[in-house]
Antibody, heavy 117, light 107 residues
Framework: EVQLVESGGGLVQPGGSLRLSCAASGFTVSSQYMSWVRQAPGKGLEWVSILYSDGSTYYADSVKGRFTISRDNSKNTLYLQMNSLRAEDTALYYC???????????WGQGTLVTVSS | DIQMTQSPSSLSASVGDRVTITCRASQGINGNLAWFQQKPGKAPKSLMYATSSLQSGVPSKFSGSGSGTDFTLTISSLQPEDFATYYCQQYQSYPLTFGGGTKVEIK
């Protein structure tokens, strides 16, 4: 059974950094499309970043240059390093995986990031 | 960027009703469209991909259709567990984009 468990969220000041983790089980993160999707309070879904099995990465313009997606195959874990955080980055961050397409077949439960002074 | 526009943004329906949600892309997406269901306080759940391919375990009362820029999600007979917000998403090109969501409420 595919399971994704996010962690690392919390309260951070504007300009600060945070690293989110997504521990996967039931499959290997290196074999699938792995993504981060966020949802601001009361708002819709917004794609953040994706990591392909071949190591290619893509980012939303709103986070490009500030966020970095990566994985640790030995820990079967996906990461999102978030730097220069802004108030508008406040959201519930979901980890998601997909076997074939750049979509989101399986989701974690999310981890909340709050950027505020 | 490809913009995804869902309509309606919300609807009220009764148990047993047939419900259709529309998703329009700002340019052709070659059928590279997925649908998601999200209930309050829960993570989204994938319903289908490639316009009409159901994810494993998703009941057949959900169906998808469309081509080019216009797509629909249909629920054939609405049940209490189907009251939720539904999102479409295109994966034709980056950035990946979602529709604004359609909230299905009980009449």
């Amino acid at each position: 059974e595919v399971q994704l468990v996010e962690s690392g969220g919390g309260l951070v000041q504007p300009g600060g950094s945070l690293r989110l983790s997504c521990a996967a089980s039931g499959f290997t993160v290196s074999s699938q499309y792995m993504s981060w999707v966020r949802q601001a309070p009361g708002k819709g879904l917004e794609w953040v970043s994706i990591l392909y099995s071949d190591g290619s990465t893509y980012y939303a313009d709103s986070v490009k240059g500030r966020f970095t997606i990566s994985r640790d195959n030995s820990k079967n874990t996906l990461y999102l390093q978030m730097n220069s955080l802004r108030a508008e980055d406040t959201a519930l961050y979901y980890c998601a995986s997909s076997m074939v397409y750049a979509t989101f077949d399986s989701w974690g439960q999310g981890t909340l990031v709050t950027v505020s002074s | 960027d490809i913009q995804m526009t869902q309509s309606p943004s919300s609807l009220s329906a009764s148990v047993g009703d047939r419900v259709t949600i529309t998703c329009r892309a700002s340019q052709g997406i070659n059928g590279n469209l997925a649908w998601f269901q999200q209930k309050p306080g829960k993570a989204p759940k994938s319903l289908m991909y490639a316009t009409s391919s159901l994810q494993s375990g998703v009941p057949s009362k959900f169906s998808g259709s469309g081509s080019g820029t216009d797509f629909t999600l249909t629920i054939s007979s609405l049940q209490p567990e189907d009251f939720a917000t539904y999102y479409c998403q295109q994966y034709q090109s980056y950035p990946l984009t979602f529709g604004g969501g359609t909230k299905v409420e009980i009449k």
